[in-house]
């Protein structure tokens, strides 16, 4: 008996009603919010804006945040990389429930984690008491915001590493080894090259991700003015004191930045693409 299966069928609706679906979510998350952090800064006059966006205080926020975000996307490049590894190369007793937990940081609301991360690394947390002991502080300094900004976007790189290492077939490796090239030398040449590009990607989401994360670091950071004050609690103090005009015009500079990199990462993911196939 032949079976009905009409080509053109697909399990989402129509094209128009997935169309008209996916516009109103995007107009109501993202552009929308846009529009009235655009409409705040519109109200300001550019010598308005400048003295907002250039305050001394403000700036220190910046310098802060952008070298603990930096430090903190480095730090997961490297562990998420082996992470995605570990996941995808082997076969382990209890591996399902620790792929499970490289989600816990999306799972677990920003100001729970900040509070545990500070209760863990104070000085008579878990974790505190065995780096106090080493002349190491953590909490309530601003080596407890590049530790929360680690916890908060480590997923975006094993996420993004993850499915291009299990896309990766496994003869290209067979063949350098069987011409007698070392490991080392088959992750260099062979695996490396193709997972540059997503490595990247995740290292930039993860940078962009720091560069706005609130909760996690409030608790753990300390926030003292020009040591440990990040660019989102400088926003908060403004929106405390009701001068949402200035909070937007800090928020701006923050997803101008994020929009930025993020234009840079896909430019040269594409030219690298390019390149490597044309090969």
Same mark, same amino acid.
């Given at each position: 008996?032949?079976?009905?299966?009409?080509?053109?069928?697909?399990?989402?609706?129509?094209?128009?009603?997935?169309?008209?679906?996916?516009?109103l979510?995007?107009?109501?998350?993202?552009? *929308?919010?846009?529009?009235? *952090?655009?409409? =705040?800064?519109?109200?300001?006059?550019?010598?308005?804006?400048?003295?907002?966006?250039?305050?001394?205080?403000?700036?220190?926020?910046?310098?802060?945040?952008?070298?603990a975000?930096?430090?903190?996307?480095?730090?997961?490049?490297?562990?998420?990389?082996?992470?995605?590894?570990?996941?995808?190369?082997?076969?382990?007793?209890?591996?399902?429930?620790?792929?499970?937990?490289?989600?816990?940081?999306?799972?677990?609301p920003?100001?729970?984690?900040?509070?545990?991360?500070?209760? *863990?690394?104070?000085?008579g947390?878990?974790?505190?008491?065995?780096?106090?002991?080493?002349?190491?502080?953590v909490?309530?300094?601003? &080596?407890?915001?590049?530790?929360?900004?680690?916890?908060?976007?480590?997923?975006f790189? +094993?996420?993004?590493? =993850?499915? +291009? &290492?299990?896309?990766i077939?496994?003869?290209d490796?067979?063949?350098?080894?069987?011409?007698?090239?070392?490991?080392?030398?088959?992750?260099?040449?062979?695996?490396?090259?193709?997972?540059?590009?997503?490595?990247?990607?995740?290292?930039?989401?993860?940078?962009t991700?720091?560069?706005?994360?609130?909760?996690?670091?409030?608790?753990?950071?300390?926030?003292?003015?020009?040591v440990?004050?990040?660019t989102?609690?400088?926003?908060?103090?403004?929106? =405390?004191?009701y001068?949402?005009?200035?909070?937007?015009?800090i928020?701006?500079?923050v997803l101008?930045?994020?929009?930025?990199?993020? *234009?840079?990462?896909? &430019?040269?993911?594409?030219?690298?693409?390019?390149?490597?196939?044309?090969?």
């Amino acid at each position: 008996m032949a079976r009905n299966n009409k080509p053109g069928k697909r399990v989402l609706p129509g094209f128009a009603l997935s169309l008209g679906v996916s516009l109103l979510f995007i107009g109501l998350v993202l552009l *929308l919010p846009l529009t009235g *952090l655009v409409m =705040q800064t519109a109200g300001m006059s550019w010598g308005e804006y400048w003295a907002v966006i250039s305050d001394e205080r403000v700036v220190a926020s910046y310098r802060v945040t952008l070298w603990a975000a930096a430090i903190a996307s480095v730090f997961n490049g490297v562990v998420g990389l082996l992470l995605a590894w570990v996941l995808v190369r082997y076969e382990f007793w209890g591996k399902r429930v620790v792929d499970a937990l490289m989600d816990l940081p999306f799972a677990l609301p920003t100001a729970v984690a900040g509070i545990t991360l500070a209760a *863990l690394f104070s000085e008579g947390g878990w974790y505190g008491q065995l780096l106090a002991a080493l002349g190491i502080k953590v909490a309530f300094t601003p &080596l407890g915001i590049i530790v929360a900004m680690s916890f908060t976007s480590l997923p975006f790189v +094993v996420r993004t590493v =993850q499915p +291009v &290492l299990e896309d990766i077939a496994p003869e290209d490796e067979e063949a350098a080894v069987s011409l007698g090239a070392s490991d080392w030398t088959v992750f260099r040449r062979v695996l490396f090259p193709s997972l540059w590009p997503a490595l990247m990607t995740g290292v930039a989401l993860s940078f962009t991700r720091s560069l706005g994360e609130f909760g996690a670091v409030i608790f753990i950071a300390g926030n003292m003015p020009y040591v440990s004050e990040i660019t989102s609690l400088m926003i908060f103090v403004r929106l =405390q004191e009701y001068d949402y005009a200035a909070a937007s015009a800090i928020a701006s500079v923050v997803l101008i930045v994020s929009l930025l990199l993020l *234009l840079a990462i896909n &430019l040269w993911q594409a030219r690298y693409l390019r390149r490597l196939h044309g090969r």
